[in-house]
């Protein structure tokens, strides 16, 4: 029996129980599939069994007439309740406070980098100005990286409040999503580092390095 087939009975109400079990079983792989994406963030079970509870506002919205894949309608439901569930246990994928503290210093260290020598830290320049070895430098990079998935994986809401696409979605294929956010908050870090230092200059000196780095 079709997806459909099973759809258009369980709208019905004949055996629904038994249908909505064997309908399952059917998407199974498609909803096993879109959970993978996720891996990581979520525990892969979890998210499957957030993916049968969305069959049913997607069985509920699913019109045969207008001739597309069961699916293909019920993509878009599966996938909203996979990242509400993700959204919604955010705490548990929190970084420790010590992590996002060394996180905190790494950007701090990469801005102040940059504005002396006009290009990012290599690793063992990063690990030698911070003390650390290679090694945590690496795994704060990677936290670093993971902190800004979690946020592009924040879903978008439509004119309705609905939860229609991420974040991430919305970026060109072409570019690395995490490269290029993580680049845009260090240059943000070094314009506020760089303002901050111009203040703290003494007398006029100030304005006059304004009125230099605006022209």
């Given at each position: 029996?079709?997806?459909?087939?099973?759809?258009?009975?369980?709208?019905?109400?004949?055996?629904?129980?038994?249908?909505m079990e064997q309908l399952y079983f059917q998407v199974l792989p498609f909803i096993h599939s879109m959970a993978w994406k996720y891996k990581g963030q979520a525990e892969i079970e979890d998210l499957e069994q957030e993916g049968y509870l969305a069959l049913y506002p997607a069985i509920d919205a699913y019109d045969m007439a207008r001739g597309v894949k069961f699916l293909t309608c019920a993509e878009k439901w599966i996938r909203q309740r996979m990242r509400r569930y993700i959204q919604n246990n955010r705490s548990c994928l929190r970084l420790p406070v010590h992590s996002l503290e060394k996180v905190k210093q790494y950007q701090q260290f990469v801005s102040a980098y940059v504005l002396e020598y006009g290009q990012e830290p290599t690793g063992e320049a990063a690990a030698k100005g911070l003390g650390w070895n290679c090694e945590t430098v690496v795994d704060v990079r990677k936290s670093a990286e993971l902190m800004i998935t979690l946020s592009l994986d924040a879903p978008l809401r439509d004119a309705d409040g609905a939860e229609d696409t991420a974040w991430k979605d919305m970026l060109a294929d072409e570019a690395d999503p995490a490269e290029e956010i993580l680049g845009k908050m260090q240059e943000e870090q070094l314009s506020t580092t760089l303002w901050g230092m111009v203040d703290e200059l003494p007398g006029e000196l100030s304005e006059m390095v304004r009125r230099r780095l605006k022209d």
């Open positions: 029996m079709t997806n459909e087939e099973l759809v258009l009975r369980i709208k019905a109400g004949e055996d629904v129980r038994e249908n």
